[in-house]
């Protein structure tokens, strides 16, 4: 085989395994067209973690080691506080791990509720769904490189409203159900997100009692 044959076959092999931006921008900017795209792309779990939960899950804690520990954050007239680069590491590395959790209870749960909702749909379905749904949060997490609080409150409260708009979008297109049923189902998911988001802050907590709290330095 030709040289030239060779790089026609390798090249499509790569792209398929790398991050395709134009879905997440497409999704982003087109919620309805972007769903179909994520849908027409029938992505493992394997491949959903690999291609697109693991890079964007990297973007907060990478964002917050280098927030924590150089930038820093002022609450009032104080000074300028940051982390020690040994604790903004501990807390990233389990923030990441965190996030990859969560994804995956949440499609478990999401799958685990679909047949109360006259859909069928498999567990790799219902993890792009919850993969996909979370992609402003998980953008959002640049806004930790400069982690003043009301800083981040400004840009996280739109992210999870977006979010929260892309599930409703989402439900009906990635779990073949009606308005109605997607409605309901929609709404069973926030809850349990809301759910998830506060045992998320307990584990957190947790943690702190084990030594992985923060060490703070002015």
Same mark, same amino acid.
């Given at each position: 085989?030709?040289?030239?044959?060779?790089?026609?076959?390798?090249?499509?092999?790569?792209?398929?395994?790398?991050?395709?931006?134009?879905?997440?921008?497409?999704?982003?900017?087109?919620?309805?067209?972007?769903?179909?795209?994520?849908?027409?792309?029938?992505?493992?779990?394997?491949?959903?973690?690999?291609?697109?939960?693991?890079?964007?899950?990297?973007?907060?804690?990478?964002?917050?080691?280098?927030?924590?520990?150089?930038?820093?954050?002022?609450?009032?007239?104080?000074?300028?506080?940051?982390?020690?680069?040994?604790?903004?590491?501990?807390?990233?590395?389990?923030?990441?791990?965190?996030?990859?959790?969560?994804?995956?209870?949440?499609?478990?749960?999401?799958?685990?509720?679909?047949?109360?909702?006259?859909?069928? !749909?498999?567990?790799?379905?219902? *993890? =792009?769904? +919850?993969?996909?749904?979370?992609?402003?949060?998980? &953008? #959002? %997490? /640049?806004?930790?490189?400069?982690?003043?609080?009301?800083?981040?409150?400004?840009?996280?409260?739109?992210?999870?409203?977006?979010?929260?708009?892309?599930?409703?979008?989402?439900?009906?297109?990635?779990?073949?159900?009606? !308005?109605?049923?997607?409605?309901? *189902? =929609?709404? +069973?998911?926030?809850?349990?997100?809301?759910?998830? &988001? #506060? %045992? /998320?802050?307990?584990?957190?907590?947790?943690?702190?009692?084990?030594?992985?709290?923060?060490?703070?330095?002015?």
């Amino acid at each position: 085989m030709t040289p030239g044959a060779w790089g026609s076959i390798s090249i499509p092999r790569l792209r398929e395994k790398t991050v395709k931006i134009s879905l997440i921008i497409n999704l982003i900017l087109h919620p309805s067209a972007g769903w179909e795209a994520v849908k027409a792309e029938a992505l493992s779990v394997k491949e959903c973690y690999a291609r697109y939960v693991i890079p964007l899950a990297l973007i907060a804690p990478v964002a917050s080691y280098v927030g924590t520990s150089t930038v820093g954050w002022r609450v009032g007239a104080g000074d300028v506080v940051r982390l020690t680069t040994d604790s903004a590491l501990k807390i990233s590395v389990l923030t990441f791990f965190a996030m990859l959790v969560v994804v995956y209870i949440l499609a478990r749960t999401i799958h685990w509720m679909a047949r109360t909702y006259d859909s069928d !749909k498999s567990l790799q379905e219902c *993890f =792009s769904l +919850a993969a996909f749904t979370a992609v402003p949060l998980f &953008l #959002v %997490g /640049l806004a930790m490189l400069y982690p003043m609080p009301w800083f981040v409150y400004f840009l996280g409260l739109p992210a999870l409203g977006y979010s929260v708009a892309l599930l409703y979008t989402g439900v009906p297109i990635m779990m073949e159900v009606n !308005k109605e049923q997607g409605f309901l *189902f =929609s709404s +069973a998911i926030l809850a349990l997100g809301l759910v998830a &988001l #506060v %045992g /998320l802050i307990v584990v957190t907590v947790s943690f702190w009692g084990f030594g992985a709290g923060p060490d703070f330095r002015t």
